[in-house]
């Protein structure tokens, strides 16, 4: 019986579970997780805090689903690997035996760096318990102040003021989520958040958090201002949980690399979701996607080709990366983003960390010429990227109605090209273009 070893019980880990239990029905398979909970939606947690739904909606499976399934489920922190030998050690010591192990450990925000950042009421968002926290503490606080230019900091903002919490958003750039929206999307989600009553302050930072008994009491800020408040949330971007191959012959540049079949350059090693940096096909560059549907995607691919591997066999199953895609809700505006955006990051943001829901093939570089065609209705917005005549990226805001139809074009690689004059046109039509483009090339013509 093959010994299948699972490092995180996220989307990757148990995507890949169920896959290897559908290819080998013997096989024993464990998942470790140092969280204390059943799977759970991840990107759910910026919707508890919201209100929107219950800590029991996001747990998606039960103990019967692991039971029925075979999945041993641990809850324990892995200290260290050893290849040589496949074994992993568990912090109180324990060590367990692999013949294929994969990383789905995820990953974490970037910790505050200015003084203070260990007081009591600094948070961050990555998990249900932080949730949880955000919840108890925002309802307790008078005034909240929250760090960061990406869509965590918005989500964190938006949790904090809907405990009641007076809520200040501090943006390193001078516009909202720079690295990604161009000036008029950036307006339109500064509308929603003015309307939230939320203060935002524009090329400001926090220098130090200052306490109080251990506890939050105030923040010192850039500009030399400074801010009472009982809680600050830290959301400036996330790293992938990549510590336990530190020191070991595994190649890793700020994920671990790993082939189209989610094997790292150590054969019996894999590794998928956030944790992994994945060959993409438009970039032609090993990439990193914090997002919920690659993990998942991702996870499939490494639990299939597990099994080959234990059984002696060449992976077969390539994981071919589809076009990054995100879809959120923020501030009350539904937010699409496809694709390759190639935004201009402002001087201010930083742009060393990839924030949470967001993928890096979005503000890749181009190394060809790109057209960007803009569209706006009363609080709709879209924003096409055309590169060689084809839309390569794109950007709704409000109206999802062609979210689906830009997915497959993108996708797909449709020349647009005798369209393309009419897509610059300006005149409105910009929408009925596309689901032209669509329907034409669904009907086969
Ligand atoms: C607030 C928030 C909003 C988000 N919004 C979106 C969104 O809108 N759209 C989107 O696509 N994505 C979003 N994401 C990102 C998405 O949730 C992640 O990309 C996805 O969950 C990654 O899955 P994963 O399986 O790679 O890792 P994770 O889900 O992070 O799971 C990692 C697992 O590894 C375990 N682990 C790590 N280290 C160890 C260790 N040493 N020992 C034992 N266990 C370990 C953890 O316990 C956990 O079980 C959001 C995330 C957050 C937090």
């Known amino acids: 019986m093959k010994q299948y070893l699972i490092i995180g019980n996220g989307a990757a880990g148990l995507s890949a579970a169920e896959a290897i239990r559908q290819r080998d029905p013997q096989g024993r398979i464990t998942i470790i997780t140092n969280e204390p909970h059943l799977f759970y939606s991840r990107p759910g947690i910026a919707y508890l805090v919201l209100g929107e739904v219950s800590e029991k909606q996001l747990i998606s499976r039960q103990a019967s689903f692991y039971r029925e399934n075979r999945l041993e489920l641990l809850h324990a922190h892995v200290v260290e690997l050893n290849l040589a030998q496949q074994t992993i050690s568990l912090e109180n010591g324990k060590r367990l035996a692999y013949?294929?192990?994969?990383?789905?450990?995820?990953?974490?925000?970037v910790p505050a760096s200015f003084p203070g950042g260990d007081l009591q009421g600094v948070l961050t968002f990555d998990t249900l318990n932080d949730a949880r926290e955000v919840i108890k503490r925002g309802r307790k606080a008078k005034t909240a102040v929250v760090v960061g230019g990406g869509i965590t900091a918005l989500e964190l903002a938006e949790g904090l003021r809907h405990q009641g919490a007076k809520t200040h958003l501090l943006q390193r750039g001078r516009r909202i989520w720079s690295r990604l929206f161009d000036e008029m999307e950036s307006a339109?989600?500064?509308e929603q958040i003015r309307h939230e009553k939320i203060e935002i302050h524009y090329h400001e930072n926090i220098t130090e958090v200052v306490g109080k008994r251990g506890k939050v009491a105030s923040v010192k800020l850039e500009s030399g201002a400074s801010l009472k408040c009982q809680v600050v949330g830290v959301a400036i971007g996330v790293r992938p949980n990549v510590g336990l191959v530190n020191g070991l012959p595994v190649n890793q540049d700020q994920g671990i690399l790993v082939n189209p079949y989610l094997q790292s350059n150590v054969p019996t090693l894999f590794a998928a979701g956030d944790v992994a940096q994945v060959y993409?096909?438009?970039?032609?560059?090993?990439?990193?996607?914090?997002?919920?549907?690659?993990?998942?995607?991702?996870?499939r691919a490494a639990g299939h080709n597990m099994v080959e591997i234990a059984n002696g066999r060449s992976p077969n199953l390539s994981y071919q990366k589809g076009t990054p895609f995100n879809a959120a809700l923020l501030f009350g505006v539904h937010v699409t983003i496809m694709g390759r955006m190639g935004q201009q990051v402002d001087a201010g943001e930083n742009v060393s960390h990839l924030s949470r829901g967001s993928?890096?093939?979005?503000t890749a570089p181009f190394t060809t010429r790109t057209q960007s065609a803009w569209d706006k209705k009363g609080p709709h917005s879209v924003r096409l990227v055309v590169a060689n005549g084809r839309i390569v990226g794109a950007l709704l805001m409000g109206n999802q109605a062609l979210a689906d139809p830009l997915r497959d074009l993108i996708e797909q690689e449709i020349d647009i090209s005798e369209y393309e004059a009419d897509l610059f046109r300006e005149n409105g039509r910009l929408p009925e273009i596309i689901l032209e483009i669509y329907q034409t090339k669904q009907s086969g013509e």
Do not use: F, K, N
């Open 359 to 362: 993928s890096h093939v979005w």
């Open 280 to 299: 993409d096909r438009w970039t032609q560059a090993y990439h990193l996607d914090i997002l919920w549907p690659s993990a998942i995607s991702e996870g």
């Open 99 to 109: 013949d294929v192990l994969l990383l789905a450990t995820g990953s974490t925000a």
């Open 188 to 190: 339109i989600i500064e």
